[in-house]
């Protein structure tokens, strides 16, 4: 599972995006500081989607293959599924009668 999670953080801290005039944005600083300081509504939807774009479709498949990899440790300890670890770890009345 290690790596799995190694290679998905390697994605998302190495991911750049790039606008219309061939400037690289990374993370930190560069798109940390327009999410969380500017008010500009297209610039804040470019960066955003820009990063998604840039790392959902990458690390989609890894975080599938670590879903399935955490139910098969979970079954292993006697859990229903990695849920039921989550549940049982936490406050999760609520969440559990909307189930």
């Excluded at 994605?11 to 930190?28: K, M, N």
């Excluded at 998604?52 to 229903?80: C, S, W, Y």
């Amino acid at each position: 599972m290690d790596h799995l999670v190694n290679e998905m953080v390697r994605i998302y801290s190495t991911a750049v995006v790039t606008d219309r005039h061939g400037q690289e944005y990374r993370l930190d600083p560069d798109l940390e500081e327009i999410l969380s300081k500017s008010r500009d509504y297209e610039k804040l939807k470019w960066a955003w989607q820009g990063w998604r774009d840039a790392t959902g479709p990458r690390i989609k498949p890894l975080f599938a293959q670590l879903v399935a990899k955490m139910n098969e440790a979970a079954i292993d300890n006697g859990n229903h599924g990695n849920h039921a670890v989550v549940v049982a770890n936490n406050d999760c009345s609520l969440y559990m009668t909307k189930m």
